[in-house]
């Protein structure tokens, strides 16, 4: 969740200021709107035209135009209904262009405007489908990053200040200015760092068309690359925005006075009624702001006037100013003037002018020793002083996406200046930054599938779905002891699942339960738990959002020869059994509470669960339709969160009109860019970071440090060959014999893995922590044979836990927020609970098969595991290496490739020692194409051997044919 910024509530701006930022804000605000409508449109169209797109044309226009009808036909019925509730029978007449008209006359009228829209999207559909690719590409990192500034001026960025919650006040905006200026010191670093690589691309496209030229060539040069300068832009701003912050925080610290007319304090509500939502941004903005935001828009237009973004801004700012300027001209009709309908109280600084002239003096002193005292000499500072500096910083306030960037920038610039080889590292920064901007991240498809589901969950979140899930499961499992208890869970995992963040869970479905649950006589320690813990469930369970980030980080990790890459679409599903598992266990502790607290049960009735069915009937079905499609391969995980977020608009604005497009939709869509911007401006920082970790190693050097013991050390002595402790661990391990390291087994690597992942998990928030743990802990766990989508289950599992965990478990300062409870009186309140899902921890670790059971194949004979395909299992029949196996038969069917629809174990199962049947192995200098090393390493010590006495290999064996691959070997682990 982003969230979690600062405990001290933001100090207002100077006037010209804050409608300069204001003004910068609405354009942004606009922007997103556009860009997220038009990669649902493209998304849409896409998938549709996938389904219908071979159809004759006139069909294609008659079935969109045949939903324009649908959609004409919800919205005059849902006006009679309201009509009728109102007036009581009602005239069942309904409003359309401004005239009174009955519903038949209404639906008539209506038709042929629903005929020229299905014509002309159908045309449009067929456009934009032509490059929906990169408009999701391109429109995932505009909006990502408009969402990320977006969220600088309500510091949203996820923080620790730790610190800071420590201090009064006044204390504390001292340590919240100081933390805010190094953190946009760091953010201007990276945007700069971006920059800097992106222009080293253009000069080179500019070279190629300079040549191309010259050669009389004729050939487009990709040009695609200068979309992504929206991310320098958006870490600018986001600096900038921060610098800002500083700047008042310590004004407003230096004063001692905040505000001299603070905003008044909100009428309590009364019991079930629902709070006042925020209007649109447009609507409280005033003439200057909408002036400004205007003038924001032109100027991106003069920045891009010659690239190839400009047609696209220009459509894009074209219609932001479309959004911005349809309300503006409805105020002056309706009242007159151009004043906002909703005036927004602002806060005055009441600091002085010696305050402002001393805060601006220590921002600027901070950025200038940064910059001109502290980065020409890093070669002098010791790297534990630096990666200290960064801790403390982190701990103060600033942003984690600054911790990370910068900490991965000192370690960076530390490595280059110490390494003796110089030009083995000149590029190392720009090499990192290109994994942002280039094919293994910006330019992943699945990308779009984190602003698409993020923005169904905001939906969900601002429409009355929590409600309606409550009144079903309660009708449904009212009558079972603990029955209210049981809906809080299933309520809790629904709503997790879908809107991707446990925070808003405790936010949104605590609110309701909470009381209830009290009201029902269940302990109050007991109804906090439950509610605190239940925003954790579901987080493996798909389409939630923790697991499609886990998806496509994994996937970036280069596997190892003869593994297979884990693919987005698998891990989607083999999440499903293990959330369910932790759901399971955390049902039956609440029937049993139910059982002891004697708490009163109510009466099923078949009356009104069929009422609460029906009325969620819609809702109820999109969790069955999206996982039926991901399990069945009918969706990707693209055009599953297209399908998910378009179905969720069309019901909660059409059919069930808990939403409107004019004053809901324009204010949602913004704020789910935020924790989406949240969640890249932490991926692009960290990759810095883990660019360094890769470039010095640091995941081997881990290996061999946890691994490498006495006995491995001696063995090396004994094989100078060797280049390196890993491989000597590799060879012990393959001939059953311990290294002697602290993790010397499959089962301790689990074991210290749960223990640490919990740490990592009650410090960094879930996304984070996936960006820069996952590279350093896979080569460990594909060492002791874990497979891949088993690890990452387990891995979110953990992080899950690690979201309760005392003392500084997110969730628990999210729930001490919203119900007005001290942090620390939730710790005994929560750990019945982190007992249950320790346990369901436990079970998923130890019992594989629980994640593995849905992946295709699963329990086949695998050639390329090493533990049990590579070597042999007794008893399996036909296992190269067994004893008295039978000789493998060739195989059937293209080796080359695996045949469509064939897993990648399958394929190596099927031509293992390329189906040589009884005769000489293969080649055995080099493993073959596609072949592990310890398939490799098995084939070919076994050769010697007759089938009724094989050779077992011995250590000196193995090292044999890793000598000879050691170079090979290194050049992969880097």
């Excluded at 649908?70 to 029978?89: H, M, P, S, V």
């Excluded at 400004?292 to 074209?318: D, E, K, N, P």
């Amino acid at each position: 969740m982003a969230g979690a910024a600062p405990t001290a509530k933001p100090a207002p701006f100077l006037r010209p200021l804050d409608v300069v930022d204001r003004g910068v804000l609405l354009a942004e605000s606009a922007l997103s709107l556009v860009v997220v409508v038009v990669m649902l449109f493209a998304a849409v169209s896409e998938s549709l035209l996938r389904v219908i797109g071979t159809k004759p044309m006139g069909l294609q226009m008659g079935l969109v135009a045949a939903f324009y009808v649908l959609l004409f036909w919800l919205n005059f019925k849902g006006d009679r209904d309201e009509a009728q509730r109102a007036d009581g029978e009602g005239s069942g007449q309904v409003q359309f262009l401004g005239k009174a008209m009955s519903l038949g006359a209404a639906m008539g009228a209506s038709l042929p405007i629903s005929v020229v829209a299905g014509v002309v999207t159908t045309k449009l559909m067929h456009v934009v489908a032509a490059v929906a690719s990169d408009v999701l590409m391109n429109g995932t990192i505009w909006a990502a990053f408009l969402g990320a500034s977006y969220a600088t001026r309500g510091r949203r960025h996820l923080a620790i200040d730790a610190i800071s919650r420590l201090l009064p006040d006044r204390g504390r905006r001292l340590v919240v200015g100081l933390s805010a200026t190094l953190g946009a010191f760091v953010a201007l670093a990276l945007g700069k760092g971006v920059f800097n690589a992106l222009m080293e691309a253009a000069h080179g496209a500019a070279e190629a068309v300079r040549q191309n030229a010259a050669n009389g060539l004729d050939s487009p040069v990709d040009r695609g690359f200068e979309f992504q300068f929206a991310i320098p832009l958006g870490f600018f701003l986001i600096g900038i925005r921060l610098a800002l912050h500083g700047f008042h925080e310590l004004a407003a610290s230096f004063s001692g006075r905040v505000a001299l007319n603070p905003a008044p304090e909100a009428a309590p509500l009364e019991e079930g009624a629902e709070a006042p939502k925020d209007p649109p941004q447009s609507q409280k903005a005033t003439a200057a702001e909408v002036g400004i935001a205007a003038l924001t828009l032109m100027g991106l237009l003069a920045i891009t006037s010659g690239t190839t973004v400009f047609r696209a801004a220009l459509l894009l700012s074209g219609l932001a100013l479309l959004t911005l300027g349809a309300p503006f001209v409805a105020r002056k009709r309706a009242s007159g003037n151009f004043d906002p309908p909703v005036a927004e109280h602002i806060e005055r600084p009441a600091a002085g002018p010696v305050h402002f002239a001393a805060a601006a003096a220590v921002v600027l002193a901070i950025l200038g020793v940064m910059r001109f005292g502290l980065v020409p000499n890093l070669a002098s500072i010791p790297v534990s002083a630096g990666v200290l500096f960064f801790v403390v910083m982190a701990l103060m306030g600033a942003p984690l996406f600054s911790f990370l960037g910068g900490l991965g920038l000192f370690l960076f610039v530390k490595f280059f200046l110490a390494d003796p080889d110089v030009g083995r590292h000149a590029n190392a920064f720009g090499n990192s930054v290109e994994d942002i901007l280039g094919n293994h991240f910006a330019r992943m498809s699945v990308l779009a599938t984190i602003p698409l589901f993020t923005l169904a969950g905001y939906i969900m979140s601002e429409s009355r779905m929590p409600q309606r899930l409550v009144r079903v499961s309660r009708a449904l499992l009212g009558w079972m002891p603990g029955g209210l208890a049981v809906v809080c869970v299933f309520a809790s995992a629904f709503f997790t699942i879908f809107s991707g963040a446990s925070g808003i869970t405790i936010v949104a479905v605590g609110g309701l339960l909470v009381p209830a649950l009290l009201k029902d006589k269940y302990p109050e320690k007991f109804a906090l738990g439950l509610v605190t813990t239940g925003g954790a469930l579901g987080i493996t369970v798909p389409p939630c959002l923790p697991l499609i980030v886990y998806g496509i980080v994994a996937g970036l990790q280069e596997p190892a020869p003869g593994q297979e890459r884990l693919e987005l679409q698998k891990f989607l599903v083999v999440g499903l059994l293990p959330g369910l598992v932790a759901i399971g266990l955390m049902v039956l502790y609440c029937i049993v509470m139910g059982v002891i607290s004697k708490v009163p049960r109510s009466k099923f009735d078949a009356k009104e669960a069929g009422a609460a069915l029906w009325e969620a009937k819609w809702e109820l079905l999109l969790p069955v339709v999206l996982l039926v499609g991901l399990a069945k391969g009918i969706f990707n995980p693209s055009q599953a969160a297209a399908f998910t977020a378009f179905y969720v608009f069309v019901m909660e604005v059409f059919v069930y009109r808990d939403l409107t497009v004019q004053k809901d939709i324009p204010r949602i869509i913004p704020e789910s860019m935020v924790l989406v911007g949240a969640i890249f401006v932490k991926l692009c920082a960290a990759t810095v970071l883990v660019g360094y970790f890769v470039q010095a190693q640091i995941a081997d050097r881990l290996f061999e440090w946890l691994t490498c013991g006495p006995p491995a050390r001696a063995f090396m002595a004994q094989h100078p060959e060797l280049g390196t402790c890993r491989e000597a661990v590799d060879a012990l391990s393959r001939v059953h014999q311990s290294a002697g390291g602290i993790i010397d087994s499959k089962i301790t690597f689990l074991l210290a893995l749960n223990v640490f992942l919990l740490v990592i998990g009650m410090l960094m928030d879930i996304f984070s922590a996936i960006v820069v743990v996952v590279p350093l802990i896979a080569g460990i766990a594909l060492h002791f044979n874990i497979n891949p989508y088993h690890l990452g289950i387990v891995f979110l599992l953990n992080l899950e836990i690690g979201y309760l965990m005392p003392p500084m478990g997110l969730n628990l300062f999210i729930a001490g927020f919203r119900f007005n409870r001290p942090v620390p009186d939730l710790y005994r309140m929560v750990l019945p609970f982190i007992g249950l899902f320790i346990a369901a921890l436990m079970l998923v670790t130890y019992i594989p098969s629980i994640t593995l059971f849905a992946l295709p194949n699963h329990g086949q004979p695998v050639a390329s595991a090493s533990a049990s395909g590579a070597t042999g299992t007794p008893g399996a029949t036909g296992a190269p290496g067994t004893p008295g196996a039978e000789a493998p038969s060739a195989p059937a069917g293209n080796c080359d490739v695996p045949n469509e629809g064939e897993t990648f174990d399958a394929f190596q199962a099927r031509c293992a020692n390329g189906g040589g049947g009884g005769g000489p192995p293969a080649n055995c200098d080099v493993p073959s194409e596609g072949e592990s090393f310890d398939a490799f390493q098995a084939r070919c010590s076994a050769a010697p051997a007759t089938p009724e006495a094989p050779a077992a290999p011995s250590a000196d064996a193995a090292i044999a044919t890793d000598a000879s691959q050691a170079d090979a070997s290194q050049a992969d682990a880097r």
